[in-house]
């Protein structure tokens, strides 16, 4: 837990991308320590974007990555797996702009990791401590992050359909299996939107296989959901991913609102400049003591 990890090999996917349609193969290779989570893409002689804020695209259907119009697109559910299990470092190198979808959720990838296996490092895990809450509204969307002493999050939805409702899901990593519990929920849409998807050129490469689609009454998969809140469950494997671009695990409970990509990524920016509502510290029991070893360029001012 207070060790860094990487995997203890490589591991291959391929597939095709949610929104382009493109075929992509995907390598996930291990790091050093204090490398984080690196993206290469080796079409472009192998052009690197750390999965950090400072390089978050947009976030409007996807979470994407760009550096001097590089684009890295749909990273969210490799990035909720590689939190979700614990991998600090690993060079992730695709061949494609976009990461394959698969079947929508992370339990490809959560199985990929698995089948490489983790090797812990010799350094420390440093993590983002909450010391005041940060909150970030937008009309009836909230988003907001709470002291804690482990990662935990509170995600609640409200949709007016009659399969999905209000739903409300908690998770602690101190206590909940997240590549059980978390990692199979697939993305969703709804149908009477896929068209206008479609049209603004995303979602080529959706189908049945990678999402849930509901009509006005219900789910159109033949194979029904996963969980009864798989949509909550979804949504909150969404924020995992969007919120280890802080480039640390966070110590802190989330409560999300309505929320989405966007406010997700607002938080987090909020975070990066609010530097008194946080600390750095070495491991969840320490006394906030803070780490001296090489951070990432954006938190240098705040390990001292
Ligand atoms: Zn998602």
């Known amino acids: 837990m207070t060790k860094q990890h990487t995997l203890a090999n490589p591991v291959s996917v391929s597939g095709v991308g949610l929104h382009t349609g493109v075929r992509v193969n995907l390598r996930l290779c291990p790091a050093p320590a204090n490398t984080g989570v690196v993206f290469r893409r080796t079409d472009l002689d192998g052009f690197v974007i750390e999965a950090q804020a400072r390089n978050v695209a947009r976030v409007s259907y996807a979470t994407s990555l760009m550096k001097k119009g590089v684009l890295i697109s749909t990273t969210e559910h490799l990035l ?31 199985e990929l990791i698995n089948q490489a296996g983790l090797r812990r490092q010799r350094a420390r895990r440093s993590f983002v401590r909450i010391l005041k809450p940060v909150e970030v509204v937008d009309g009836m969307k909230r988003i907001v992050v709470y002291p804690a002493d482990s990662f935990r999050i509170t995600y609640r939805i409200s949709f007016p359909h009659p ?43 959706g189908s049945l296989e990678n999402a849930v689609v509901l009509d006005r009454t219900g789910v159109i998969n033949p194979e029904g959901l996963r969980f009864p809140d798989e949509f ?7 924020l995992i991913g969007d919120f280890s671009l802080l480039g640390h695990p966070l110590l802190g409970h989330v409560v999300a609102e309505r929320a989405g990509h966007a406010l997700h990524a607002q938080l987090v920016s909020r975070l990066l400049q609010e530097k008194q509502s946080w600390k750095l510290v070495s491991a969840p029991e320490a006394t906030e003591k803070p780490i001296s070893e090489p951070t990432p360029a954006f938190l240098a001012t705040q390990a001292q």
Request: with cysteine; hydrophobic share 45%; net charge negative.
């Open 80 to 110: 909720s797996a590689l939190a979700g299990l614990g991998i600090d470092n690993t060079v992730v190198e695709i061949d494609n702009l976009e990461l394959p979808i698969l079947d929508g959720s992370a339990r490809w990838f959560v």
């Open 163 to 205: 399969l999905i409702g209000a739903q409300s899901i908690d998770f602690d990593s101190a206590s909940s299996d997240y590549a059980t519990e978390i990692a199979p929920a697939r993305t969703f849409g709804f149908l009477e939107e896929l068209e206008m998807l479609r049209k603004n050129g995303l979602i080529r490469g």
């Open 232 to 238: 909550c469950r979804h949504k909150l494997l969404d």
